[in-house]
DNA sequence: TTGGACGAG
DNA sequence: ATTTCTCGTCCAA
């Protein structure tokens, strides 16, 4: 806390401090322009130069700076852009695929120039860079002698790899703005080569995503993240801002010429809370003041009687208010950021899959499961695409090295997998009859509240092999979503849902297979084996044990969704998820509607048979859409474990779960990897 | 662990 | 203070 109590002349103040700032790394922030836009136009040369848009239902979600110039703006309805700029193109950017790509190429260009793998995403159009560590290395290399012919590199080890660059100015803007002649003084300012270097560093950067990829950027370059980001937007589009933080009043008047709202991090809860109370504390209380769109800056904020890192906690104190929020905002306005870049990681936290439906809200259960299959279908084709990878040729694996006649379904694994999953909900406002609200100082959080329900991720979500995305969708709409959207809505019908949300979380990373395993590849990897085969009968009762309905609860309800070996286990779960949907249907049982509605979804199914019930309904999906792994359920052994059909026999079996092939002796701990929380 | 609030693009 | 579809963090129980 830099707040401290200064005793001068027997008066007692609280003074607020300024927060030292930290100089001690570089930031590089990288964000592409109009970048659905650009995608397009990379996929199409055809659109360049013409103004082209990019719709998500009924507005534009961006458009290029073609189209901008003619007056077309983000989120703009199509209608009206159409009427300011009837040359318009419009292209449908509802599938997020072709963005998820271009951004994942372009973050893995910029991640190949860090040296500690700091390389962040924020959404699919920006980047942070840490590179302080490639920065140091380079100021050391400079030669004050010869400035104007300096080269940067940017490898440790191989000095041919890099660029060369004129050390004696900027890359880019500055701000402030600097007289280049005060540049020669400024050189001997540790901290203002850094930045120089690092303006050419993102220069560089820069013209290859340009150049070798088609994407124009804008680029901030500072000592933290906040700032990087804000310099970044100083001068856009493809143009770059280093802020030269050189005197603190460098930072101070930066950021105070910024409004409240655009600092990241202060969203527009916090803005509204603070702002409500800079304008109440005012001593004459200016009418013009309360219009609606009285934007208060930092300055305002900063300036504010005996404003400080207490008071904004207070001022900001709520339930479920962020511990230290007070000193966090208190920093950000004073240009104070020390988060980190976060490590790259080829994992991401969570995978969700929304819809809205505003235009005729969700009330029946055919609809309802239509659009949990539909959203099931996209999860799992996603949790495929994002969670697993091709597995490595297995020298074990003879199924694998035959691959050269037909690869046409290359074997997948996965490198991590969710053990949570979860079902979100919005429901249609309530006809508001509270019409008497006037311009209430919170606006309206009581309609747009999402809700959810989440349970453990039943195991057979995980089935990679000779399970369609089709048929496990199909099982987890009805066995997994139906039950939780019960729990979330009990009501039969007239839910008037606009939005249904459906998500994977909790992500657990599967070790790769490869450096341990594979560095005693092939021969000695066998010869443990067969050293440890005698142990066979010991592993037995570990498997049997593990597989008793009382370890697997015993596990847990995340180890049971975990657990895919755990055949009795995967047996629960099924058993548990079905009784759960014939009390559903028990629990509505004798409306008509809902009979009727069973026999659409019948109908919907394209099924001759005559259901009668949920539970009947979801056992002939299963065993329409899943006989493999009903068949497992048969009896309890090993068939989560699949045997590699190997000359030399079976000393080895490959995983349901995660793909690898594991060796016998190592099966047992396999198991309880799996098994194991976290 | 679960569910919600809030903030980012 | 708009939007749509996500993704992430933090808090309390």
């Known amino acids: 806390m830099k707040t401290s109590a200064l005793t001068s002349g027997g008066a007692t103040t609280i003074v607020a401090r300024a927060p030292k700032r930290n100089d001690d790394r570089v930031i590089l922030h990288f964000d592409y322009d109009c970048f659905y836009a650009s995608v397009l136009e990379n996929a199409n040369p055809g659109l360049k130069g013409q103004p082209l848009g990019v719709k998500q239902k009924s507005i534009l979600a961006t458009c290029n700076y073609t189209a901008r110039a003619r007056g077309v703006r983000k989120l703009m309805p199509i209608s009206d852009a159409l009427k300011i700029c009837p040359g318009l193109v419009v292209l449908s950017g509802e599938d997020l695929t072709p963005f998820r790509d271009a ?3 372009l973050w893995s260009f910029l991640r190949s120039h860090s040296w500690s793998d700091r390389v962040e995403r924020l959404g699919l159009d920006e980047v942070f860079l840490d590179v302080s560590d490639v920065i140091a290395y ?9 400035l104007r012919d300096s080269f940067f590199q940017l490898s440790r080890h191989d000095p041919e790899k890099g660029f060369g660059f004129d050390a004696t100015r900027f890359c880019g803007c500055v701000q402030p703005a600097i007289d280049p002649k005060d540049l020669v003084l400024l050189l001997d300012n540790p901290l203002c080569v850094r930045l120089l270097l690092a303006s050419h560093l993102a220069g560089y950067l820069r013209l290859k995503l340009e150049e070798d990829f088609g994407y124009t950027s804008s680029g901030g370059i500072a000592i933290n993240k906040t700032l990087a980001k804000l310099a970044g937007s100083v001068n856009k589009p493809q143009n770059q801002t280093t802020l030269l933080s050189l005197r603190d009043d460098d930072v101070r008047d930066f ?3 910024h409004k409240l709202r655009q600092i990241p991090g202060i969203g527009s809860r916090t803005a509204q809370l603070i702002q409500d109370h800079v304008l109440s504390i005012k001593t004459e209380p200016d009418p013009r003041d309360l219009e609606i769109g009285a934007k208060v800056t930092v300055r305002e904020v900063r300036q504010c009687p005996s404003m400080s890192a207490d008071l904004l906690e207070r001022i900001l104190e709520r339930p479920g208010a962020e511990r230290g929020g007070g000193e966090k905002i208190w920093n950000l306005l004073h240009g104070v950021d020390a988060s980190e870049v976060k490590e790259a990681s080829d994992v991401p936290t969570q995978i969700s899959i929304e819809d809205t439906y505003m235009a005729r809200p969700l009330n029946t259960p055919v609809e309802l499961m239509r659009e949990l299959r539909a959203l099931a279908t996209s999860l799992v084709r996603r949790m495929r695409v994002d969670l697993a990878e091709a597995a490595d040729p297995d ?19 996965w490198i991590a997998y969710p053990k949570t999953l979860r079902l979100s909900t919005v429901l249609r406002p309530k006809p508001n009859n509270n019409s008497n609200n006037t311009t209430s100082p919170t606006p309206t959080p009581e309609t747009l509240t999402r809700h959810s329900r989440s349970q453990p991720l039943p195991s057979f979500a995980l089935s990679l092999r000779d399970a369609s995305v089709e048929a496990v969708a199909s099982r987890l709409a009805s066995e997994a979503l139906l039950p939780l959207f019960r729990r979330l809505h009990p ?35 066998r010869d443990i084996g067969r050293m440890f085969r005698t142990q066979g009968d010991k592993l037995r009762e570990w498997t049997v044990y593990d597989r008793t309905p009382v370890a697997a609860a015993a596990a847990g309800a995340a180890g049971t969704a975990a657990s895919g070996f755990d055949t009795t286990a995967a047996a629960t779960t099924t058993t548990t998820a079905c009784s759960s949907s014939s009390s559903s249907a028990a629990c509505v049982a004798g409306t008509d509607e809902h009979v009727i509605g069973i026999e659409e979804i019948k109908n919907d199914n394209d099924n001759e048979k005559v259901v ?18 009903i068949s497992m359920d048969a009896n309890g052994d090993a068939e989560a474990w699949e045997e590699e059909e190997e000359e030399d026999g079976d000393e080895s079996l490959r995983c349901h779960l995660c793909g690898h092939i594991i060796p016998l002796f190592a099966i047992s701990a396999h198991e309880r990897f799996h098994s194991i929380d976290d």
């Open 103 to 105: 951004s994942k190429r």
């Open 138 to 146: 380079n100021q050391e290399l400079l030669n004050r002698n010869a």
């Open 255 to 257: 950021m105070d010429g």
């Open 395 to 413: 020298p074990l694996d003879p199924a694998s090295q035959q691959g050269e006649q037909q690869q046409q379904q290359q074997q997948l694994r």
């Open 491 to 525: 009501e039969r019908q007239g839910w008037g849902l606009v939005l249904v949300n459906v998500c994977v979380a909790n992500m657990v990373a599967v070790a790769r297979a490869g450096a341990a395993a594979a560095a005693g590849s092939g021969k000695g990897a």
């Open 612 to 629: 009668e019930t949920i539970e009947e309904l979801v056992g002939e999906v299963i065993e329409a859409t899943d006989p493999v792994d």
